[in-house]
């Protein structure tokens, strides 16, 4: 596992949602003025999460952050503060009727999924404890043969195999002119190892997923929302020390 660099350029911190800034209990109290002092650090905070946009915004809002919105694992990018309109990347349809056909294969499945699918529009959400290994392997051999399969430790999500957070995170990143060398992301599943794979730098915030861990330059001592803050201590440390003028 790499060091933790000190002395790179930042511009923006990219965080993933479920397991990473909340849990099951919401937001741990002590996080939320640690990331908002990044943003007075002059680092710019974004949000990329297999959640959709309505589910998403209301914690971009609470959290007063300054960056944009990756939802439904890069199928959607959305960055009002900067005035550009919502981007759609792909088309949900064909997710929901794979999920529609696994229910007639998999005995017990449940092809309505989470109750936010109803907001969805680039893919379909079902709940953790379906057969992630049959979906994967009935899946590969039909006409759906097209679509990925990616679990998250809090859900399973079957999505375009176009579509991944380094797209919507490049996406994003382009219309900010931001070079994706500038970014920190930060994340506890396999959904995030695309991002990591952009990112200048990637955190690993919990070692549940082996290739998780394998994929981040960095990886937290704790794990879930007490890693993000054992990150956010330490990065804010890095800035101060740095005078904190954007530079860690």
Known sequence: MKEFPKDRDWEMVVFDIDGTLMDFNGFIPEMIPLIRRLEELGLIVSLASGRTLPNITPIMQSLALSGFIVAENGG???????????RVLADGSRAKEAALWLSTKIDGFNPDGIESNRWRETEWCLYPDEDYDKMCSLLSSSKWDDLLV????????????????SVGLNV????????PSKIISCGDGPNDIPMFGISGWSVSIDDRFEEVVAAADYSTKKNGTAGTIEFLEDLIDILESNGADGRI
């Open 150 to 165: 990616v679990k998250t430790g809090f859900a399973i999500h079957i999505i375009s195999s176009k579509i991944d957070k």
């Open 172 to 179: 994003a990143l382009e219309q900010r002119n931001i070079d």
């Open 76 to 86: 959607i990018v959305w960055d009002t503060i900067e005035g550009h309109k919502i």
